[in-house]
T-cell receptor
Framework: KNEVEQSPQNLTAQEGEFITINCSYS?????LHWLQQHPGGGIVSLFMLSSGKKKHGRLIATINIQEKHSSLHITASHPRDSAVYIC????????????FGAGTILRVKS | KAGVTQTPRYLIKTRGQQVTLSCSPI?????VSWYQQTPGQGLQFLFE???????NKGNFPGRFSGRQFSNSRSEMNVSTLELGDSALYLC?????????????FGPGTRLTVT
């Protein structure tokens, strides 16, 4: 079993839909990251969470430390949100090492 | 501030050769982490350097090595290349000396081994 599990693997949505991507992890962490990767490879960090909830524009990330679970929500999705979304856990006592989920391929249709 | 830069962006090598990739972190950042991304294994942690010392290491063979210079620039080296080493190699830099800090990724080096 992978230390970080993400679901769903693939997601197709219509423009305007509310989207949720889930991430579960089995290790103790100092932080949980949500990353976005567009075709071509570049990775952008969307959120770094250690507790609670963060919001940036149409993106919301939440984390429940007790349940070892995090979610990324996209409100009013748009075709430009189409990308791969990756959650990554930062295990305790391992500096900046990240352990990654397999990623969720999101396609938003207009 | 300039972002994380990686050179070269693309590289084609032959099996058995060695390769060196370079990463320049954001100015002032002392931590550089390296990751490998392949279609089969996804993103995997290679190693992290902090103030010229390797702080963490992933589960990769000894053919993969790295170093960090006094200006925080980092290089990774892969010797005796195998076809399976074809991947996107990403580095990320992070500031701060303790606690949890954001990581900023470079654009990656796409290595093809033939």
């Amino acid at each position: 079993k992978n230390e970080v599990e993400q679901s769903p693997q693939n997601l197709t949505a219509q423009e305007g839909e509310f989207i949720t991507i889930n991430c579960s992890y089995s290790v103790g962490i100092s932080a949980l990251h949500w990353l976005q990767q567009h075709p071509g490879g570049g990775i952008v960090s969307l959120f770094m969470l250690s507790s609670g909830k963060k919001k940036h524009g149409r993106l919301i990330a939440t984390i429940n430390i007790q349940e070892k679970h995090s979610s990324l929500h996209i409100t009013a999705s748009h075709p430009r949100d189409s990308a791969v979304y990756i959650c990554a856990a930062r295990p305790l006592e391992y500096g900046n090492k990240l352990v990654f989920g397999a990623g969720t391929i999101l396609r938003v249709k207009s | 501030k300039a972002g994380v830069t990686q050179t070269p962006r693309y590289l084609i090598k032959t099996r058995g050769q060695q390769v060196t990739l370079s990463c320049s972190p954001i100015s002032g950042h002392r931590s550089v982490s390296w990751y490998q991304q392949t279609p089969g294994q996804g993103l995997q942690f290679l190693f992290e350097y902090f103030s010229e010392t390797q702080r963490n290491k992933g589960n990769f063979p000894g053919r993969f090595s790295g170093r960090q210079f006094s200006n925080s620039r980092s290089e990774m080296n892969v010797s005796t290349l195998e076809l399976g080493d074809s991947a996107l190699y990403l580095c990320a830099s992070s500031g701060g000396t303790g606690g949890v800090y954001e990581q900023y990724f470079g654009p990656g080096t796409r290595l093809t081994v033939t």
